[in-house]
Protein backbone atom coordinates (compact mmCIF):
# COMPACT_ATOMS: atom_id res chain seq x y z
CA UNK A 1 0.00 0.00 0.00
CA UNK A 2 1.08 3.31 -1.13
CA UNK A 3 1.98 5.84 1.84
CA UNK A 4 -0.31 8.96 1.81
CA UNK A 5 2.71 10.87 4.26
CA UNK A 6 3.73 13.87 2.28
CA UNK A 7 7.74 13.67 1.79
CA UNK A 8 9.38 15.87 4.47
CA UNK A 9 13.32 16.91 2.84
CA UNK A 10 16.03 15.50 5.18
CA UNK A 11 17.32 18.72 6.57
CA UNK A 12 13.71 19.22 8.03
CA UNK A 13 13.21 15.70 9.79
CA UNK A 14 16.31 16.27 11.16
CA UNK A 15 16.87 19.82 12.10
CA UNK A 16 18.27 19.86 15.91
CA UNK A 17 15.69 20.27 18.83
CA UNK A 18 17.91 20.93 21.29
CA UNK A 19 21.78 22.11 22.26
CA UNK A 20 22.42 19.11 22.65
CA UNK A 21 21.86 17.81 18.99
CA UNK A 22 23.60 20.35 17.64
CA UNK A 23 26.50 19.62 15.83
CA UNK A 24 29.57 21.81 15.33
CA UNK A 25 29.42 24.79 17.89
CA UNK A 26 29.99 23.70 20.67
CA UNK A 27 31.16 27.50 21.58
CA UNK A 28 27.98 29.27 21.24
CA UNK A 29 26.15 26.32 22.72
CA UNK A 30 27.98 26.23 25.61
CA UNK A 31 27.25 30.12 26.20
CA UNK A 32 23.80 30.22 25.22
CA UNK A 33 23.34 27.25 28.04
CA UNK A 34 25.13 29.00 30.67
CA UNK A 35 22.95 32.05 29.87
CA UNK A 36 19.96 30.07 30.10
CA UNK A 37 20.71 28.21 33.08
CA UNK A 38 21.26 31.63 35.04
CA UNK A 39 18.74 33.67 33.26
CA UNK A 40 21.16 36.00 31.58
CA UNK A 41 19.55 35.74 28.04
CA UNK A 42 20.29 39.13 26.17
CA UNK A 43 16.86 40.26 24.57
CA UNK A 44 18.15 41.34 21.23
CA UNK A 45 20.45 38.45 19.97
CA UNK A 46 22.63 38.22 16.52
CA UNK A 47 23.64 34.83 14.90
CA UNK A 48 26.14 35.00 12.13
CA UNK A 49 28.18 32.41 9.90
CA UNK A 50 27.65 31.00 6.36
CA UNK A 51 24.36 28.76 5.06
CA UNK A 52 23.86 25.52 6.68
CA UNK A 53 25.27 26.02 10.02
CA UNK A 54 22.88 25.73 12.43
CA UNK A 55 21.71 29.46 13.30
CA UNK A 56 18.26 29.14 12.81
CA UNK A 57 18.14 25.80 14.57
CA UNK A 58 19.65 27.44 17.33
CA UNK A 59 17.13 30.41 17.43
CA UNK A 60 14.26 27.91 17.50
CA UNK A 61 16.43 26.31 20.46
CA UNK A 62 16.63 29.48 22.37
CA UNK A 63 12.83 30.23 21.92
CA UNK A 64 12.29 26.71 23.30
CA UNK A 65 14.69 27.01 26.02
CA UNK A 66 13.13 30.99 27.00
CA UNK A 67 9.87 29.04 27.39
CA UNK A 68 10.42 25.59 28.36
CA UNK A 69 8.57 24.54 31.95
CA UNK A 70 11.64 21.49 32.77
CA UNK A 71 14.32 22.69 31.50
CA UNK A 72 17.13 20.10 32.18
CA UNK A 73 20.56 21.59 32.47
CA UNK A 74 19.97 24.86 30.41
CA UNK A 75 19.10 22.67 27.87
CA UNK A 76 14.95 22.56 26.77
CA UNK A 77 13.00 19.19 27.79
CA UNK A 78 11.31 19.35 23.69
CA UNK A 79 8.49 17.30 25.74
CA UNK A 80 6.23 20.29 27.19
CA UNK A 81 3.44 21.89 25.99
CA UNK A 82 5.39 25.07 24.93
CA UNK A 83 8.46 22.46 23.54
CA UNK A 84 5.92 20.59 21.27
CA UNK A 85 3.95 23.86 19.90
CA UNK A 86 7.30 25.44 18.83
CA UNK A 87 8.72 22.38 17.14
CA UNK A 88 5.22 21.81 15.67
CA UNK A 89 5.16 25.21 14.26
CA UNK A 90 1.54 25.77 15.89
CA UNK A 91 3.30 28.81 18.66
CA UNK A 92 1.58 31.82 18.50
CA UNK A 93 4.45 33.74 19.86
CA UNK A 94 6.91 32.55 18.15
CA UNK A 95 6.86 35.03 15.02
CA UNK A 96 9.70 33.83 11.75
CA UNK A 97 10.06 37.17 9.51
CA UNK A 98 11.70 36.51 6.33
CA UNK A 99 13.42 39.92 6.54
CA UNK A 100 14.62 39.38 2.73
CA UNK A 101 10.94 39.75 1.46
CA UNK A 102 9.73 42.07 4.67
CA UNK A 103 12.29 44.21 4.66
CA UNK A 104 10.27 48.03 4.14
CA UNK A 105 9.95 50.40 6.90
CA UNK A 106 5.68 49.38 6.35
CA UNK A 107 6.54 45.45 8.09
CA UNK A 108 9.06 47.14 10.66
CA UNK A 109 6.42 49.73 11.78
CA UNK A 110 3.78 46.27 12.12
CA UNK A 111 5.97 44.65 13.59
CA UNK A 112 6.73 47.28 16.22
CA UNK A 113 2.92 48.15 16.94
CA UNK A 114 2.94 44.36 18.27
CA UNK A 115 5.47 44.42 20.59
CA UNK A 116 3.21 46.02 23.75
CA UNK A 117 0.97 43.32 23.25
CA UNK A 118 1.90 40.29 26.13
CA UNK A 119 1.87 36.58 24.65
CA UNK A 120 -0.78 34.65 24.46
CA UNK A 121 0.28 30.89 24.36
CA UNK A 122 3.85 31.25 25.71
CA UNK A 123 5.83 32.97 28.73
CA UNK A 124 8.27 35.20 26.26
CA UNK A 125 6.90 36.27 22.68
CA UNK A 126 10.20 35.61 20.12
CA UNK A 127 10.76 37.02 17.05
CA UNK A 128 13.24 35.59 14.82
CA UNK A 129 14.40 37.60 11.20
CA UNK A 130 16.20 35.71 9.08
CA UNK A 131 18.76 37.51 6.47
CA UNK A 132 18.22 40.51 8.40
CA UNK A 133 20.96 41.91 6.66
CA UNK A 134 18.29 43.24 4.13
CA UNK A 135 16.80 44.97 6.07
CA UNK A 136 16.51 49.06 4.71
CA UNK A 137 17.93 51.80 6.21
CA UNK A 138 14.35 53.33 7.45
CA UNK A 139 13.39 50.30 8.68
CA UNK A 140 16.37 49.78 10.75
CA UNK A 141 16.14 53.34 11.86
CA UNK A 142 11.79 52.30 12.86
CA UNK A 143 13.37 49.88 15.23
CA UNK A 144 16.17 51.18 16.53
CA UNK A 145 14.00 52.36 19.72
CA UNK A 146 12.43 49.20 20.43
CA UNK A 147 15.89 47.28 20.22
CA UNK A 148 17.12 49.66 22.78
CA UNK A 149 14.25 48.93 25.33
CA UNK A 150 12.21 46.36 23.84
CA UNK A 151 9.56 45.11 26.59
CA UNK A 152 10.44 42.87 29.09
CA UNK A 153 8.20 39.79 27.27
CA UNK A 154 10.01 40.61 24.05
CA UNK A 155 13.09 38.44 22.59
CA UNK A 156 14.69 39.54 19.14
CA UNK A 157 16.72 37.20 17.74
CA UNK A 158 18.42 38.03 14.24
CA UNK A 159 20.26 35.34 11.42
CA UNK A 160 22.13 36.95 9.03
CA UNK A 161 25.15 35.74 6.68
CA UNK A 162 26.69 39.02 6.14
CA UNK A 163 27.13 40.48 9.40
CA UNK A 164 28.82 43.88 6.94
CA UNK A 165 25.22 45.20 6.54
CA UNK A 166 24.07 45.70 9.81
CA UNK A 167 24.24 49.77 11.02
CA UNK A 168 27.14 50.08 13.36
CA UNK A 169 24.06 51.43 15.70
CA UNK A 170 21.97 48.22 15.30
CA UNK A 171 25.29 46.46 16.08
CA UNK A 172 26.11 47.60 19.60
CA UNK A 173 22.67 47.01 20.68
CA UNK A 174 23.05 43.52 19.78
CA UNK A 175 24.76 39.91 21.59
CA UNK A 176 26.37 38.36 18.87
CA UNK A 177 27.03 34.73 18.60
CA UNK A 178 29.62 33.63 15.41
CA UNK A 179 29.08 30.42 13.95
CA UNK A 180 31.32 28.27 12.09
CA UNK A 181 31.95 26.12 9.22
CA UNK A 182 31.66 22.37 10.07
CA UNK A 183 34.23 20.03 9.50
CA UNK A 184 34.15 17.15 7.31
CA UNK A 185 34.20 14.58 10.41
CA UNK A 186 31.64 16.48 11.73
CA UNK A 187 29.33 16.44 8.72
CA UNK A 188 30.34 12.52 7.88
CA UNK A 189 29.57 11.46 11.35
CA UNK A 190 25.75 13.25 11.01
CA UNK A 191 25.69 11.54 7.54
CA UNK A 192 26.15 8.00 9.31
CA UNK A 193 23.90 8.68 11.75
CA UNK A 194 21.16 9.77 9.53
CA UNK A 195 21.64 6.37 7.47
CA UNK A 196 21.50 4.33 9.87
CA UNK A 197 18.51 5.35 11.43
CA UNK A 198 16.96 5.48 7.60
CA UNK A 199 18.58 1.44 7.61
CA UNK A 200 20.67 2.86 4.45
CA UNK A 201 24.09 1.55 3.57
CA UNK A 202 26.85 3.98 1.38
CA UNK A 203 30.07 3.45 1.25
CA UNK A 204 32.74 5.48 3.46
CA UNK A 205 34.38 7.09 0.45
CA UNK A 206 30.64 8.11 -0.89
CA UNK A 207 29.97 10.14 2.54
CA UNK A 208 33.46 11.45 2.39
CA UNK A 209 32.51 12.96 -1.13
CA UNK A 210 29.28 14.70 0.20
CA UNK A 211 30.76 16.08 2.86
CA UNK A 212 33.42 17.27 1.46
CA UNK A 213 30.91 19.39 -0.92
CA UNK A 214 28.99 20.81 1.30
CA UNK A 215 31.65 22.76 2.11
CA UNK A 216 31.12 23.21 5.61
CA UNK A 217 27.55 23.50 5.31
CA UNK A 218 25.32 20.97 7.22
CA UNK A 219 22.10 21.47 5.59
CA UNK A 220 23.39 21.82 2.09
CA UNK A 221 25.26 17.61 3.20
CA UNK A 222 21.58 16.57 4.00
CA UNK A 223 20.30 17.85 0.76
CA UNK A 224 22.65 15.82 -0.79
CA UNK A 225 22.18 12.70 0.82
CA UNK A 226 18.53 13.35 0.99
CA UNK A 227 18.91 13.80 -3.55
CA UNK A 228 21.00 10.41 -3.37
CA UNK A 229 18.33 8.42 -1.16
CA UNK A 230 15.47 9.43 -3.37
CA UNK A 231 17.59 7.74 -6.23
CA UNK A 232 16.62 4.12 -4.59
CA UNK A 233 19.86 2.48 -4.49
CA UNK A 234 20.23 -0.27 -2.40
CA UNK A 235 24.35 1.07 -1.39
CA UNK A 236 25.58 4.47 -1.79
CA UNK A 237 28.57 4.42 -4.06
CA UNK A 238 31.31 7.77 -5.09
CA UNK A 239 30.31 7.03 -8.70
CA UNK A 240 26.66 7.16 -8.14
CA UNK A 241 27.19 10.60 -5.87
CA UNK A 242 29.26 11.62 -9.02
CA UNK A 243 27.00 10.69 -11.36
CA UNK A 244 23.68 11.62 -9.43
CA UNK A 245 25.38 15.58 -8.79
CA UNK A 246 27.32 16.31 -12.32
CA UNK A 247 30.79 15.38 -10.68
CA UNK A 248 33.84 14.87 -13.12
CA UNK A 249 35.98 11.05 -11.94
CA UNK A 250 38.88 11.56 -9.84
CA UNK A 251 41.00 10.20 -13.18
CA UNK A 252 39.77 12.78 -15.10
CA UNK A 253 40.28 15.83 -12.50
CA UNK A 254 44.34 14.27 -12.31
CA UNK A 255 44.38 14.25 -16.11
CA UNK A 256 43.29 17.49 -16.74
CA UNK A 257 45.64 18.97 -13.62
CA UNK A 258 48.70 17.05 -15.64
CA UNK A 259 47.96 18.73 -18.83
CA UNK A 260 47.31 22.02 -16.55
CA UNK A 261 51.06 21.59 -15.62
CA UNK A 262 52.70 20.42 -18.91
CA UNK A 263 50.71 23.20 -21.57
CA UNK A 264 49.24 20.43 -22.92
CA UNK A 265 46.55 22.26 -24.43
CA UNK A 266 45.18 19.38 -26.64
CA UNK A 267 44.94 16.57 -24.08
CA UNK A 268 43.07 19.56 -21.93
CA UNK A 269 40.80 20.24 -24.64
CA UNK A 270 40.09 16.40 -25.35
CA UNK A 271 39.03 16.17 -21.73
CA UNK A 272 36.56 19.10 -21.93
CA UNK A 273 35.28 17.77 -24.93
CA UNK A 274 34.38 14.49 -23.01
CA UNK A 275 32.82 16.56 -19.97
CA UNK A 276 31.04 18.42 -22.16
CA UNK A 277 29.72 14.79 -24.02
CA UNK A 278 28.25 13.12 -20.93
CA UNK A 279 27.31 16.47 -19.48
CA UNK A 280 29.32 17.42 -16.86
CA UNK A 281 28.95 21.01 -15.08
CA UNK A 282 32.27 23.18 -15.73
CA UNK A 283 31.78 25.19 -12.90
CA UNK A 284 31.68 22.10 -10.70
CA UNK A 285 34.86 20.58 -12.59
CA UNK A 286 36.78 23.73 -11.97
CA UNK A 287 36.52 23.24 -8.01
CA UNK A 288 37.34 19.96 -8.60
CA UNK A 289 40.76 21.05 -10.28
CA UNK A 290 40.75 23.74 -7.88
CA UNK A 291 40.46 21.90 -5.10
CA UNK A 292 43.03 18.70 -7.00
CA UNK A 293 45.72 21.50 -7.50
CA UNK A 294 45.48 22.41 -3.62
CA UNK A 295 45.83 19.01 -2.59
CA UNK A 296 48.37 18.53 -4.94
CA UNK A 297 50.89 21.10 -3.61
CA UNK A 298 50.25 20.40 0.09
CA UNK A 299 50.83 17.06 -0.37
CA UNK A 300 54.13 17.61 -2.48
CA UNK A 301 55.02 20.11 0.83
CA UNK A 302 54.35 17.33 3.39
CA UNK A 303 53.41 13.88 1.42
CA UNK A 304 51.12 11.58 3.85
CA UNK A 305 53.58 8.76 4.14
CA UNK A 306 56.39 9.96 2.69
CA UNK A 307 54.68 9.96 -0.80
CA UNK A 308 52.49 12.25 -3.42
CA UNK A 309 49.58 11.12 -4.90
CA UNK A 310 50.46 13.31 -7.75
CA UNK A 311 53.97 11.69 -8.13
CA UNK A 312 55.87 13.76 -10.81
CA UNK A 313 54.17 16.94 -10.28
CA UNK A 314 56.24 19.30 -8.69
CA UNK A 315 55.43 21.98 -6.47
CA UNK A 316 56.16 25.12 -8.69
CA UNK A 317 54.28 23.18 -11.94
CA UNK A 318 51.59 23.43 -9.65
CA UNK A 319 51.65 26.76 -7.85
CA UNK A 320 51.70 28.09 -11.58
CA UNK A 321 48.72 26.27 -12.54
CA UNK A 322 46.66 27.77 -9.68
CA UNK A 323 47.84 31.16 -10.46
CA UNK A 324 46.77 31.01 -13.95
CA UNK A 325 43.11 29.15 -12.65
CA UNK A 326 43.07 32.31 -9.99
CA UNK A 327 42.69 34.74 -13.07
CA UNK A 328 39.39 32.48 -14.28
CA UNK A 329 35.53 33.54 -13.73
CA UNK A 330 33.55 31.03 -12.29
CA UNK A 331 30.36 32.79 -13.59
CA UNK A 332 31.62 32.29 -17.08
CA UNK A 333 30.56 36.01 -17.58
CA UNK A 334 33.26 37.18 -20.02
CA UNK A 335 33.46 36.36 -24.06
CA UNK A 336 33.25 32.16 -24.64
CA UNK A 337 31.99 31.43 -21.13
CA UNK A 338 33.96 29.40 -18.99
CA UNK A 339 34.68 26.49 -21.45
CA UNK A 340 36.72 29.23 -23.33
CA UNK A 341 38.93 30.45 -19.82
CA UNK A 342 39.63 27.01 -19.13
CA UNK A 343 40.94 26.39 -22.44
CA UNK A 344 43.02 30.06 -22.25
CA UNK A 345 44.46 28.53 -18.94
CA UNK A 346 45.93 25.41 -20.23
CA UNK A 347 48.18 27.13 -22.52
CA UNK A 348 51.42 27.70 -19.99
CA UNK A 349 53.16 31.02 -21.01
CA UNK A 350 56.05 30.08 -22.72
CA UNK A 351 58.19 30.91 -19.80
CA UNK A 352 56.64 28.22 -17.84
CA UNK A 353 56.88 25.78 -20.40
CA UNK A 354 61.09 26.45 -20.99
CA UNK A 355 61.53 26.31 -17.30
CA UNK A 356 59.78 22.93 -17.19
CA UNK A 357 62.03 21.88 -19.83
CA UNK A 358 65.23 22.80 -18.38
CA UNK A 359 64.48 21.79 -15.02
CA UNK A 360 67.00 19.24 -14.37
CA UNK A 361 68.46 17.47 -10.82
CA UNK A 362 71.52 19.38 -9.40
CA UNK A 363 73.22 16.05 -9.06
CA UNK A 364 73.33 14.81 -12.53
CA UNK A 365 75.32 17.88 -13.54
CA UNK A 366 73.31 18.84 -16.75
CA UNK A 367 73.45 22.23 -18.14
CA UNK A 368 70.27 24.14 -19.33
CA UNK A 369 68.83 24.18 -22.77
CA UNK A 370 70.31 27.78 -24.33
CA UNK A 371 67.10 29.83 -25.07
CA UNK A 372 68.37 30.03 -28.55
CA UNK A 373 68.25 26.47 -29.39
CA UNK A 374 64.53 25.71 -28.11
CA UNK A 375 61.87 25.96 -30.96
CA UNK A 376 59.30 27.83 -29.00
CA UNK A 377 61.25 30.49 -28.01
CA UNK A 378 61.05 34.00 -29.75
CA UNK A 379 63.15 35.98 -28.43
CA UNK A 380 66.06 37.28 -30.38
CA UNK A 381 69.70 36.15 -29.92
CA UNK A 382 72.34 39.06 -29.03
CA UNK A 383 76.28 38.30 -29.14
CA UNK A 384 77.53 37.96 -25.89
CA UNK A 385 79.34 41.02 -23.71
CA UNK A 386 83.10 40.70 -23.71
CA UNK A 387 84.38 40.26 -20.15
CA UNK A 388 86.69 43.06 -19.82
CA UNK A 389 83.95 45.95 -21.83
CA UNK A 390 82.47 48.16 -19.54
CA UNK A 391 78.98 46.66 -19.84
CA UNK A 392 77.07 50.15 -19.84
CA UNK A 393 80.02 50.81 -23.13
CA UNK A 394 79.05 47.21 -24.15
CA UNK A 395 75.73 47.51 -24.26
CA UNK A 396 75.79 50.90 -26.76
CA UNK A 397 77.88 49.13 -29.00
CA UNK A 398 76.12 45.82 -29.12
CA UNK A 399 72.74 47.96 -29.94
CA UNK A 400 74.44 50.08 -32.24
CA UNK A 401 77.74 48.59 -33.91
CA UNK A 402 77.16 45.38 -36.02
CA UNK A 403 81.17 44.35 -35.03
CA UNK A 404 81.42 40.71 -34.34
CA UNK A 405 81.06 40.36 -30.51
CA UNK A 406 84.53 38.32 -30.51
CA UNK A 407 86.17 42.06 -31.47
CA UNK A 408 84.24 44.58 -28.88
CA UNK A 409 86.89 45.00 -26.09
CA UNK A 410 89.79 44.83 -28.56
CA UNK A 411 91.14 48.44 -29.59
CA UNK A 412 92.36 48.14 -33.77
CA UNK A 413 95.49 50.06 -31.98
CA UNK A 414 95.97 46.73 -30.59
CA UNK A 415 95.12 44.74 -32.85
CA UNK A 416 97.47 46.45 -35.42
CA UNK A 417 94.40 47.03 -37.69
CA UNK A 418 92.84 50.56 -38.86
CA UNK A 419 90.15 51.44 -37.59
CA UNK A 420 86.81 49.91 -39.33
CA UNK A 421 84.45 51.59 -41.05
CA UNK A 422 80.72 50.93 -39.99
CA UNK A 423 78.98 48.79 -42.68
CA UNK A 424 75.48 47.35 -43.05
CA UNK A 425 74.91 44.31 -41.11
CA UNK A 426 75.97 41.70 -43.08
CA UNK A 427 73.14 38.92 -44.54
CA UNK A 428 72.42 35.91 -42.74
CA UNK A 429 74.54 32.77 -44.20
CA UNK A 430 73.14 29.35 -44.36
CA UNK A 431 74.67 26.92 -42.11
CA UNK A 432 76.39 25.20 -44.31
CA UNK A 433 77.98 28.26 -46.14
CA UNK A 434 82.43 28.19 -45.40
CA UNK A 435 83.09 31.39 -42.93
CA UNK A 436 84.84 34.35 -44.54
CA UNK A 437 88.69 33.70 -45.72
CA UNK A 438 89.80 36.34 -44.01
CA UNK A 439 89.21 38.14 -40.57
CA UNK A 440 88.46 37.10 -37.10
CA UNK A 441 85.32 34.24 -37.13
CA UNK A 442 82.51 35.69 -34.65
CA UNK A 443 81.36 32.94 -32.35
CA UNK A 444 77.72 31.96 -32.82
CA UNK A 445 75.84 34.08 -30.15
CA UNK A 446 73.97 32.58 -27.24
CA UNK A 447 70.93 33.76 -25.04
CA UNK A 448 72.81 33.92 -21.61
CA UNK A 449 70.99 32.10 -18.93
CA UNK A 450 70.63 33.95 -15.88
CA UNK A 451 73.32 31.75 -14.07
CA UNK A 452 76.53 32.85 -16.70
CA UNK A 453 78.51 35.87 -15.90
CA UNK A 454 77.42 37.75 -18.72
CA UNK A 455 74.04 37.28 -17.74
CA UNK A 456 75.20 38.45 -14.27
CA UNK A 457 77.04 41.60 -15.81
CA UNK A 458 73.82 42.32 -18.17
CA UNK A 459 71.57 42.05 -14.80
CA UNK A 460 74.24 44.86 -12.81
CA UNK A 461 74.03 47.20 -15.33
CA UNK A 462 70.27 46.87 -15.11
CA UNK A 463 70.05 46.82 -11.12
CA UNK A 464 72.70 50.09 -11.51
CA UNK A 465 70.50 51.66 -13.63
CA UNK A 466 67.49 50.66 -11.47
CA UNK A 467 66.56 53.95 -9.54
CA UNK A 468 66.79 55.87 -12.90
CA UNK A 469 64.21 53.73 -14.72
CA UNK A 470 61.50 53.74 -11.56
CA UNK A 471 62.40 57.95 -11.54
CA UNK A 472 61.70 57.92 -15.39
CA UNK A 473 58.95 55.28 -15.63
CA UNK A 474 57.19 56.95 -12.12
CA UNK A 475 56.02 60.58 -14.29
CA UNK A 476 53.54 58.75 -15.57
CA UNK A 477 50.84 58.36 -12.77
CA UNK A 478 49.27 55.19 -13.08
CA UNK A 479 52.50 53.14 -13.50
CA UNK A 480 54.68 54.77 -10.46
CA UNK A 481 53.23 52.01 -7.75
CA UNK A 482 53.30 49.54 -9.90
CA UNK A 483 56.99 50.44 -10.73
CA UNK A 484 57.42 50.64 -6.91
CA UNK A 485 56.38 47.26 -6.16
CA UNK A 486 59.00 45.29 -8.69
CA UNK A 487 62.11 44.37 -8.88
CA UNK A 488 64.89 42.97 -11.46
CA UNK A 489 65.33 39.75 -11.33
CA UNK A 490 67.03 38.61 -13.96
CA UNK A 491 67.85 39.21 -17.54
CA UNK A 492 68.09 36.93 -20.78
CA UNK A 493 69.76 38.26 -23.87
CA UNK A 494 67.46 41.39 -24.50
CA UNK A 495 64.27 40.52 -22.13
CA UNK A 496 64.34 41.40 -19.29
CA UNK A 497 62.49 39.65 -16.16
CA UNK A 498 60.61 41.46 -13.55
CA UNK A 499 59.45 40.49 -10.13
CA UNK A 500 56.46 40.80 -7.57
CA UNK A 501 55.93 39.68 -4.32
CA UNK A 502 53.56 36.74 -4.55
CA UNK A 503 50.64 38.11 -1.80
CA UNK A 504 50.74 41.00 -4.82
CA UNK A 505 50.63 39.31 -8.13
CA UNK A 506 47.61 41.16 -9.06
CA UNK A 507 50.25 44.15 -9.70
CA UNK A 508 51.87 41.82 -12.43
CA UNK A 509 49.04 41.75 -14.89
CA UNK A 510 48.28 45.54 -14.24
CA UNK A 511 52.10 46.37 -15.20
CA UNK A 512 51.86 44.01 -18.58
CA UNK A 513 48.88 46.27 -19.96
CA UNK A 514 51.35 49.04 -19.44
CA UNK A 515 53.96 47.06 -20.80
CA UNK A 516 55.35 49.66 -24.02
CA UNK A 517 55.75 52.52 -20.93
CA UNK A 518 57.55 49.49 -19.24
CA UNK A 519 60.27 49.16 -22.48
CA UNK A 520 60.78 52.53 -23.29
CA UNK A 521 61.46 53.08 -20.02
CA UNK A 522 63.96 50.21 -19.22
CA UNK A 523 65.54 50.51 -22.71
CA UNK A 524 65.98 54.38 -22.99
CA UNK A 525 68.60 54.05 -20.09
CA UNK A 526 69.84 50.06 -21.37
CA UNK A 527 70.65 51.88 -24.49
CA UNK A 528 68.97 49.10 -26.47
CA UNK A 529 65.73 47.81 -26.86
CA UNK A 530 64.22 45.32 -24.76
CA UNK A 531 61.14 42.87 -23.94
CA UNK A 532 60.04 42.99 -20.18
CA UNK A 533 58.08 40.02 -18.61
CA UNK A 534 56.58 40.28 -14.90
CA UNK A 535 56.60 37.28 -12.74
CA UNK A 536 55.66 36.70 -9.54
CA UNK A 537 57.95 35.17 -7.24
CA UNK A 538 59.55 35.12 -3.90
CA UNK A 539 61.53 38.37 -3.69
CA UNK A 540 62.50 38.03 0.05
CA UNK A 541 64.69 35.15 -1.89
CA UNK A 542 65.94 38.67 -4.59
CA UNK A 543 68.78 40.96 -3.40
CA UNK A 544 66.98 44.73 -3.36
CA UNK A 545 68.06 46.99 -6.25
CA UNK A 546 70.62 49.75 -4.82
CA UNK A 547 68.77 53.09 -4.42
CA UNK A 548 70.40 56.06 -4.69
CA UNK A 549 68.44 58.79 -3.40
CA UNK A 550 69.83 61.65 -3.75
CA UNK A 551 70.42 61.38 -7.42
CA UNK A 552 66.61 60.05 -7.74
CA UNK A 553 65.43 63.11 -5.85
CA UNK A 554 67.72 65.21 -8.11
CA UNK A 555 66.74 63.10 -11.38
CA UNK A 556 63.04 64.09 -10.47
CA UNK A 557 63.54 67.73 -9.38
CA UNK A 558 64.93 68.13 -12.70
CA UNK A 559 62.30 66.55 -14.55
CA UNK A 560 59.61 68.47 -12.50
CA UNK A 561 61.41 71.78 -13.30
CA UNK A 562 61.92 71.39 -16.97
CA UNK A 563 60.08 68.44 -17.68
CA UNK A 564 60.10 67.98 -21.93
CA UNK A 565 63.41 70.24 -22.23
CA UNK A 566 65.28 67.65 -20.84
CA UNK A 567 67.25 66.79 -23.98
CA UNK A 568 69.45 63.64 -24.26
CA UNK A 569 73.25 63.81 -24.72
CA UNK A 570 75.18 61.74 -26.64
CA UNK A 571 78.84 61.15 -25.34
CA UNK A 572 81.69 63.26 -25.62
CA UNK A 573 84.98 61.81 -27.52
Known amino acids: MTSTTPHQALYRRWRAQTFAEIVGQEAVVRTLRNAVRSNQVAQALLFVGPRGTGKTSVARIVAKALNCTDLRDGDPCDRCEACSAIREGRALDLIEIDAASNRGINEVRALRESLPYAPTDLRRKVFIL?????????????????????????????????????????????????FRRLTVPQIEGKLRMILEADARVAEPEAIGLVARLAAGGMRDAESMLDQLLSSGAERLTADQVRELLGLAA???????????????????????????????????FLD?????????????????????????????????????????????AGPGGLRFQLEIALLAPPAEQRD??????????AAPVPAASRPDSAEPRTPAIAPAQSPRIAATIAATDPTPAAAVGTSPAAAGQPTARR???????SASAPPPPDGPVAPEPVAVGPGAPESESALDELRRHWPEIVAHISQHPPTKPLIAA??????????????????QAFLKDLLERRR????????????????????????????PAPV??????????????????????????
Open 250 to 284: ADTVDAFVRALVAGDALAGIAILDELETTGRDLRS
Open 516 to 543: DILEEGVGRFLGRAVAVRCVATNLDLVA
Open 356 to 365: ARVSVPASTG
Open 548 to 573: DEAATRLLAEARRIFADDLLDVGEVG
Open 130 to 178: DEAHQITKDAWNALLKSLEEPPEHVTFIFASTEPSGFPAAILSRLQRFD
Open 423 to 429: TPPPTRR
Open 288 to 332: QVVEGIRSGVVDSLAPADGRSPRSGIGTAGLAAAGRRLAGIDPTG
Open 486 to 503: CRPIAVEGNAVVLGFPEE
